[in-house]
């Protein structure tokens, strides 16, 4: 699986999202969303950075944005 390093949209960051992850190609994609208010904000980070566990999985690319 390949990460993509992508910039927070516009509206993410009006709405006060630092990290976001979405697992691609699929037809109805699940962003995960990190809010600043977050008290866990750092462990939820690192679990979606982590990608290991869908390396043998149909996803090819892990969209990160920061």
């Known amino acids: 699986m390949r ?3 992508l910039r927070l949209t516009k509206e993410q960051k009006n709405r006060g999202i630092i990290f ?3 697992l691609l190609p699929d037809e109805k994609p699940t962003i995960h969303e990190v809010d600043e208010n977050d ?3 750092d462990a939820t980070i690192e679990l979606l950075l982590d990608d290991k566990f ?3 999985s149909p ?5 990160i944005r920061r």
């Open 3 to 5: 990460k993509k390093y």
């Open 20 to 22: 976001s992850s979405c």
């Open 39 to 41: 008290p866990k904000k």
């Open 54 to 56: 869908f390396d043998d």
């Open 59 to 63: 996803y090819k690319y892990n969209e």
